[in-house]
T-cell receptor, first 114, second 111 residues
Framework: AQSVTQPDIHITVSEGASLELRCNYS??????LFWYVQSPGQGLQLLLK??????LVQGIKGFEAEFKRSQSSFNLRKPSVHWSDAAEYFC????????????FGTGTRLLVSP | EAGVAQSPRYKIIEKRQSVAFWCNPI?????LYWYQQILGQGPKLLIQ????????DSQLPKDRFSAERLKGVDSTLKIQPAKLEDSAVYLC?????????FGPGTRLTVT
């Protein structure tokens, strides 16, 4: 069975600084990987996903993530954080044949300081 | 395009009472999901429908939780009787070709 670890519960970043949120997954085959963002009182919104091909994927709102098979990681990055990026971020993994059945990590809450 | 609608947004009940949540997916989306998100945790899939049939309900506590999707559109999730540990946000999502769209959720507090 697949699993996801997001080691950072909270991260504080200054506005304009770069951001990297960590995600490590466990799955025996090629995983389907996702990053979602959840703002207070909102549902989850898909930022980006990786199925195959180029290991650097671009998403919405200026986010990108890189799939590194050797490290079982799918870290989320943004070069310059905006105050509106403050939210909770979830990494999720799906199996190849049932990628719609996602297993989510516990989330990382991003705080943006002025 | 209208998003996934859920109601109510908030609900407070006492333990052993029953409660029901409603979800209206995006028009045309055949697949509907219910997730449970306990505070401090990621969402956990409770049940997945394809049209009006159940695809996966392996993590649904069937002794107290039930869900239906009559006519393959709207869905209701019911808890009867509720326990304190059911306090969570219940998220509904729908999809058509892979990408999931989530509703705002219903925050349930069981006292």
């Amino acid at each position: 069975a697949q699993s996801v670890t997001q080691p950072d519960i909270h991260i504080t970043v200054s506005e304009g600084a770069s951001l990297e949120l960590r995600c490590n997954y466990s799955y025996g085959a090629t995983p389907y990987l996702f990053w979602y963002v959840q703002s207070p009182g909102q549902g989850l919104q898909l930022l980006l996903k990786y199925f195959s091909g180029d290991t650097l994927v671009q998403g919405i709102k200026g986010f990108e993530a890189e799939f590194k098979r050797s490290q079982s990681s799918f870290n989320l990055r943004k070069p310059s954080v905006h105050w509106s990026d403050a939210a909770e971020y979830f990494c999720a993994v799906g199996a190849a044949l049932s990628f719609q059945k996602l297993v989510f990590g516990t989330g990382t809450r991003l705080l943006v300081s002025p | 395009e209208a998003g996934v609608a859920q109601s109510p947004r908030y609900k407070i009940i006492e333990k052993r009472q029953s409660v029901a949540f409603w979800c209206n997916p995006i028009s045309g989306h055949a697949t509907l999901y219910w997730y449970q998100q306990i505070l401090g945790q990621g969402p956990k899939l409770l049940i997945q429908f394809q049209n009006n049939g159940v695809v996966d309900d392996s993590q649904l506590p069937k002794d107290r939780f039930s869900a239906e999707r009559l006519k393959g559109v709207d869905s209701t999730l019911k808890i009867q009787p509720a326990k304190l540990e059911d306090s969570a946000v219940y998220l509904c999502a729908s999809s058509q070709r892979g990408d999931k769209y989530f509703g705002p959720g219903t925050r349930l507090t069981v006292t």
